[in-house]
Structures are given as C-alpha cells and as structure tokens.
C-alpha cells in the first residue's frame, strides 16, 4: 500500500507568513533576542514580577502554617478562597464559588501528587 500526502497538505513552514514581514534569521534573529531579554531584565521582567506576585500571595499563610497560628486545613480553605477571589471576583454568585470551590477540593483529593503534599503539611 502507498501512502501519499493530501494535496491540501502545505509543506511546512510555507504556511502563516505574514506579507511583507520577513523573518527574523541568524545574528539579527539572536540581536533581537537579546534586545527584548535586556529589556525585560531591565524592567524586573514579567517572570520575575509574577514569581514574587505568586509567592506573596500566600507567603503569610505559609508564615502563619509553619508558626502553628494556622492548620493545614483552615490554610487549604484559605488559599481555594483566594484562588476563587482571584479568578472569578468577591462578586461571584455564591453557588457558582460553591461549585468551583468543591471542584478544586475534590481535585485536591483526588490527584495522588496533590494529596500527598495536603498530607504532608499536616505531619510537619
């Protein structure tokens, strides 16, 4: 049996060019490379300022979990707020939170890698 190409098959890299912008190649592609690195290391570049936006955001509850202020449960509960604050708004519907709030719960429970870890802050 001979296997043949579909003649609406483009060879690849012939699709998606844009007319009249011609592709970065080489020391220009590696210039322009460099360029937008230094700028984003210039400005805290956005790896960085998410890093430090992502640790924050629960760095007090980690504080407070370590120190015995907090249980692991009530630090659970308190990061699933904050997830549901963050992706849906305080003025989500309440059963809508509810929902999507025991959602990532039962995630939490039912990923082997994930419960592991909720173990393990309590036997810390």
């Known amino acids: ?3 043949t190409r579909s003649p609406h098959v483009q060879p ?7 007319p009249g ?3 970065a190649k080489g020391k220009a592609f590696a210039e322009k490379l460099a360029g937008a ?3 984003a290391g210039t400005a805290g570049g956005p790896a960085k300022a998410g890093a430090a936006g ?5 760095a007090d509850l980690g504080a407070a979990l370590q120190a015995g202020k907090l249980g692991p449960g ?3 509960d308190q990061v699933i707020e904050r997830v549901l604050d963050r992706q849906l708004g305080k003025a989500a519907a309440p ?6 709030g025991q959602a990532l719960r039962e995630s939490l429970a039912d990923d082997p890698l994930l419960s592991a870890k909720v173990r393990a802050l309590g036997s810390k």
Do not use: D, F, Y
């Not at 992502?54 to 629960?58: G, H, L, N, P, T």
């Open 1 to 3: 049996m001979k296997v």
């Open 12 to 18: 690849g890299g012939s699709a998606g060019k844009a």
């Open 37 to 39: 690195e230094q700028a």
């Open 95 to 100: 059963a809508l939170r509810a929902q999507l």
């Open 74 to 76: 009530a630090a659970i």
């Open 21 to 23: 912008i011609a592709p």
């Open 54 to 58: 992502k640790a924050s955001a629960v």
